[in-house]
């Protein structure tokens, strides 16, 4: 293994600690490496600078030298070189590290200058945590236990505001509530591209609004949610809706396209709230799209299946799966699998087919990519299919040969693991011409036209791995239960397995994983556990000739590209 | 001791009779000779006789104007630029607006000169939005300068070439700040930048070197360039060199504007036998030495301590009137000289009313992108308004100080000092009369009671 190179290193010494961190580091970064908190609200790790809210002051010294010689003073008492204390506090996020810095995070000046600051930004703040979303995960509220003076010294009236501005289709702003620490303004810029944001009026009175004529409407518009440090900006589909310390939160990956967002499922007593963005620095940083955030509606859909049907009427579990396992034996079979499967899904299924002695085939589903957190290919796990071999070459949109095949009468019977095949281009005669096994999610053409309808789990209802563009392996896990009637994937497919005379297999991740990995090279050595909740990158050789249909994305760089 | 004389250097045609503010009369008067002198030296020479003058800058910091263009980064490859700070909005400070009115040549002939020491191409001057007739006589005389080949192309046949805009505000005192003033030139809002990183001698005007000098700054350099720095240097004090020019306004008889050597008049001889002394009937109660942001000066105090004269440390023991009034003393005494606005109040100003009306001031101009500046401003306004428009209660006095102690050294620019030095030092000098006020105020007269 080639070592990495070793980053450029700076020592600083913070409250008496010396740490070594890479140069160009910033004061709140290299503080956190020490597990302390410098707070702040204008800084942000993934926007420049702007040095605004001036909550992270600290101490900072240089080691003093003579300034003719250039040689070190030191001090008698402690035979040390002596330190420069600047008389006045730095900021944190705009003080970049430099050989021998000292910084002092807790020091009574330090202090002072934040108590200042925290009272300052609430004596124009409306204090309306009791009706505020934010209030649980509002930074006011946090830094105000530690530096707040606990009343009020504030008799004059507060500045009056805009209260519900539509930012756009999916922000409200509080104006009142805004401390104008700008990352919205920044986010917009910088990351969105979208540059709508900005502030009219001055003093006290600024205050935050779209561009004239222009709106908040750009498909990263919820990230201006996440990254407002108060209840400013505030999502309109989840304002008012929960209290977010009752929320559980649960990893997950975000299913709409190949890149993999990393994101937590807000969730409870079985009902999703909200999705927002996990910080992944290899995969998406601090962001994800507006329109994943979304899919957790199709948890709760009205067309979601609940019911186990056989020939259109209620079924038990079992009976429908013997059924199928006849229908499946009788021969002439295809199978489609899912790119938006999991991996483990895709390794039984495979086995499936393979027990069925026929070759799977997937549904491509590709558009054009935003160049930052949606790719061209919209399913999460194409090359997760890839990787445990249930298909060889890339997917196309229409399942052309299946449609033949059903024409000359070589397929009579379809299994199909979530995927519609009249949006894949198969006509309602051909469907009606075959026996259709379904495991799915929602109701569609082919569930209406199938014989044998079992109700499965949403990504969020269970665990699983996906592998995304960068053939990262990336987990998730379930938020919340299934609605009645419905079956974990691996359930129904270790029983399909079973009912064929296949080996038993484990029906569970788990215990699915000591046989993935022991027969898929590409994972071999792994455990579900063992994977990292920020992902593992895979071998990806095997596969470096397949003409995959991705662009450039914010941490992606196509093979081509990534050479030149 | 009797007053000097004025020294007019700077001022020497204003308001004299028949001078106008045309080319023709500025080359009768010998103008642009001094250009003429200067492109045929080496530049290096022009900045080591501004560096040899002791020149500080004229805005209100009082920076040395030689060591400014010397942290210029000339290695980065990029164009440098300068930029002229004629956005004068310093209450109680008026003289850039004279010499731009009445002897704008002056001042395109220093900025010109400024380039060429510098190797600047392009000059910017970022003249206050309020002053719509400066600007007109700016761009006329601009014309009238590049018509006869003093600025523009190929300058006196020299191949240097460097071209000077005029740029007008929007109206906002945070433009003089000289960060704040690349962002508006820039076409942004006017947010000064964090500092570091963006030190205009590095990163300034679109991520170039850039040079930010005052109006006055910039003409003192044009007689640098006439007399030579170490001739320069011979007027005023060590420290403290060339002319100050002081513009005094409030109650004495004679304001106005005045231009010494600097250090070497007190603000006794300035107020009492320059301005004529207070109004028949009152005494000088207060002044503020250097524009409203600096700290105020209450006459009775005695300021004592020791000074460097020479090589010598001596003991010093002033009142108010004994003050010299160069950047060094005043600093010395806890107060600036700033940008030379002396304004004068005598015994008939109530000091929470006239700090009323400081407040309203800053907290309108604060550009509210940091929060100390901006809650504090606007805090410290409310306090103050409420106090003379409504109930004052005797706590206020230690509120307000106290606000203001938030304040200073906390922010992203120097506007934190500016909005609360003024309600701390009225509060430490004057603190009897804000803790009385509700008791004083039941005496006063209603039409007393409404801030300008």
């Known amino acids: 293994m080639i070592a990495a190179p070793k980053p450029d290193l700076v020592t600083v010494n913070i409250d008496g600690v010396d740490i070594a961190v890479p140069k160009g580091t910033n004061v709140i970064e290299a503080a956190k490496q020490l597990q302390k908190d410098v707070p702040h609200y204008c800084y942000h790790p993934k926007l420049t600078v702007a040095g605004n809210c001036r909550m992270c002051m600290v101490e900072m010294g240089m080691p003093a030298v003579d300034p003719a010689t250039k040689a070190p003073v030191i001090d008698a008492a402690t035979g040390k070189q002596k330190i420069n204390w600047i008389p006045r506090p730095q900021i944190g996020c705009g003080t970049t590290v430099a050989p021998g810095m000292h910084i002092k995070t807790s020091s009574p000046m330090v202090k002072d200058a934040r108590e200042g600051v925290m009272e300052f930004l609430l004596v124009n703040h409306p204090l309306d945590c009791p009706i505020c979303d934010q209030a649980g995960e509002c930074k006011l509220q946090e830094q105000a236990t530690g530096y707040g003076r606990g009343y009020s010294r504030f008799i004059e009236e507060k500045n009056v505001k805009p209260k519900r501005t539509q930012l756009g289709p999916r922000v409200t702003l509080d104006d009142e509530r805004c401390i104008l620490c700008s990352r919205c303004v920044r986010f917009s810029k910088e990351i969105a591209k979208d540059d709508v944001l900005g502030f009219v009026d001055r003093g006290s009175y600024s205050t935050l609004t779209c561009h004239p004529g222009k709106k908040l409407e750009n498909n990263y518009s919820l990230n201006t949610v996440d990254i407002c440090p108060v209840g400013a900006l505030t999502s309109t589909d989840f304002r008012f809706k929960m209290r977010v310390w009752f929320l559980k939160q649960t990893n997950t990956i975000d299913i709409e396209s190949s890149v993999g967002v990393n994101a937590v499922i807000w969730s409870r007593e079985g009902v999703i709230y909200r999705l927002t963005p996990r910080r992944n620095d290899e995969v998406n940083d601090t962001w994800m799209a507006d329109s994943g955030r979304l899919l957790y509606k199709q948890v709760a859909a009205a ?34 699998g899912s790119g938006r499967a999991s991996v483990e899904e895709q390794f039984l299924l495979k086995k499936l087919a393979g027990q069925l002695g026929v070759k799977a085939s997937l549904v491509a589903r590709t558009a054009q990519g935003d160049k930052l957190l949606i790719s061209a290919d919209r399913n999460p796990n194409v090359r997760g299919a890839l990787v445990t071999g249930l298909i060889s070459a890339l997917p196309a949109a229409q399942l052309t040969q299946l449609a033949a095949d059903i024409d000359d009468g070589k397929v009579k019977t379809v299994l199909t693991h979530g995927e519609d095949l009249a949006a894949a281009g198969l006509s309602a ?28 789990l949403h990504t969020f209802e269970k665990a699983g791995t996906f592998v995304n563009q960068q053939f990262r392996i990336q987990k998730f896990a379930a938020a919340v239960p299934g609605p009645q009637g419905t079956s974990n994937d691996l359930v129904v497919l ?24 022991a027969s898929v090279p590409a994972l071999a050595t792994m455990l579900y556990k063992n994977i990292p909740e920020t992902g593992l990158l895979l071998d990806s050789t095997p596969w470096a000739g397949l003409p995959f249909v991705e662009g450039e994305s914010l941490k992606y760089k196509p093979a081509a590209l990534a050479v030149a | 001791m009797p007053a000097p004389a004025q020294t007019r250097v700077i001022f020497k045609h204003i308001d004299e009779a028949g001078y106008t503010n045309d080319l023709g009369c500025y080359l009768r008067h010998g103008g642009y000779e001094t250009l003429k002198k200067s492109v045929a030296r080496p530049p290096a020479d022009l900045i080591e006789e501004v560096k040899k003058s002791g020149l500080r800058g004229r805005g209100g910091a009082g920076f040395p104007c030689g060591v400014k263009w010397s942290l210029v980064d000339r290695k980065s490859g990029k164009p440098i630029y300068l930029i002229v700070n004629a956005d004068e909005s310093e209450p109680g400070t008026f003289k850039d607006r004279y010499i731009m009115h009445q002897d704008p040549h002056q001042l395109i002939e220093g900025t010109i000169i400024s380039c060429f020491a510098n190797n600047v191409k392009q000059a910017y001057i970022y003249i206050r939005g309020e002053m719509p007739e400066g600007a007109r006589i700016l761009e006329k005389a601009i014309a009238e300068a590049r018509a006869a080949n003093f600025v523009g192309p190929n300058i006196l046949g020299t191949g240097y070439s460097c071209e000077i805009y005029v740029h007008r505000g929007a109206g906002a005192y945070i ?108 005494t000088f109660k207060a002044v503020i030495p250097g524009g409203s942001s600096a700290k105020v000066l209450r006459f009775g105090e005695r300021y004592k301590g020791k000074r460097k004269v020479g090589a010598e440390m001596v003991d010093y023991d002033w009142g108010v009137e004994d003050v010299p009034m160069d950047f060094d003393s005043l600093a010395m005494i806890g107060s600036m000289g700033g940008s030379g606005g002396v304004i004068v109040m005598d015994d008939s100003v109530n000091m929470v009313e006239a700090l009323a009306n400081i407040n309203a001031f800053y907290q309108h101009e604060s550009c509210g992108q940091c929060t100390p500046c901006r809650e ?73 009671l409404a801030l300008v």
Not at chain 1, 314 to 326: K, Q, R, W, Y
Not at chain 2, 231 to 254: D, L, W
Not at chain 2, 430 to 445: H, I, Q, R, V, W
């Open chain 1, 303 to 336: 067309r979601r299946l609940s019911a186990v049907t056989l020939h259109g009427s209620a079924s038990s579990l079992d009976t429908a799966i013997s059924s199928a396992a006849e229908l499946l034996k009788s021969g002439s079979i295809a199978v489609v």
């Open chain 1, 429 to 456: 005669a051909q469907l009606a011409k075959v026996n259709i096994i379904y495991l799915g999610t929602h109701a569609d053409a082919t569930s209406a036209a199938a014989k044998v309808v079992l109700p499965t």
């Open chain 1, 494 to 517: 270790a029983k399909l397995l079973a009912a064929l005379g296949a080996d038993a297999t484990a029906s569970d991740v788990h215990g699915l994983w000591s046989t993935l990995s």
């Open chain 2, 175 to 282: 433009c003089g700040e000289e960060t704040g003033l690349i962002e508006s030139l820039e076409g942004k809002r006017a947010n000064p930048r964090i500092k570091p990183p963006y030190f205009p001698a590095v990163l300034g005007l679109y991520q170039c070197p850039t040079i930010v000098n005052n109006v006055e700054t910039l003409c003192q350099v044009k007689h640098i360039a006439d007399i030579g720095g170490e001739a320069y240097g011979k007027t005023g004090t060590p420290g403290n060199t060339g002319t100050r020019i002081f513009c005094v306004s409030g109650h004495v008889q004679r304001p106005g504007y005045y231009e010494f050597p600097a250090g070497t008049i007190t603000m006794g001889q300035l107020l009492n036998e320059v301005c004529g002394g207070p109004l028949p009937g009152r």
């Open chain 2, 376 to 448: 504090g401003s606007l805090w410290m306004k409310k306090i103050s308004s409420r106090m003379v428009h409504g109930d004052a209660r005797k706590e206020d006095a230690a509120l307000l100080k106290s606000v203001a102690d938030q304040i200073p050294g906390r922010t992203i620019c120097a506007f934190g000092e500016a909005c609360s030095w003024p309600t701390q030092s009225f509060l430490i000098k004057f603190k009897d009369e804000f803790e009385g006020y509700a008791e004083a105020k039941k005496s006063l007269p209603a039409d007393r």
